[in-house]
């Protein structure tokens, strides 16, 4: 790497308007993804029902049979909340950061 692109020179700042996006974008796609049937397709056949019906990812924190209750994981919600936050800071830094190096 040549001097001008060095990596531990990009200081990359969010506002915080950027991380208040962050935190609604994460909600949102973590409770979105919480009516997205995620069950596979194999799954049905080996537990001999089709009423089996999983939501989430990419972790399953919502499922139950078919006209029934549904059981929740809160803890895979939790850590769903946490991967879609990651995901969509590390999108925030590298646009940020590819405006400041056009800047630059």
């Known amino acids: 790497m040549t001097e001008k692109f060095k990596v531990k020179d990009l200081k990359i ?48 924190w919502r499922g139950g049979i078919e006209f029934q209750s549904e059981e929740y994981n809160y803890f895979y919600l939790l850590v769903d909340f946490v991967f879609w936050i990651a995901v969509f800071f590390m999108v925030a830094a590298i646009v940020e950061g590819a405006r400041k190096q056009s800047e630059a």
């Not at 194999?42 to 989430?56: E, I, M, P, Q, S």
């Open 13 to 60: 700042t969010l506002s915080w308007k950027v991380l208040v996006l962050v935190l609604v974008a994460g909600i949102c796609v973590t409770l979105g993804m919480g009516f997205v049937e995620t069950t596979p397709v194999g799954l049905a056949d080996v537990l001999k029902t089709r009423h089996v019906k999983l939501y989430g990812y990419p972790l399953v």
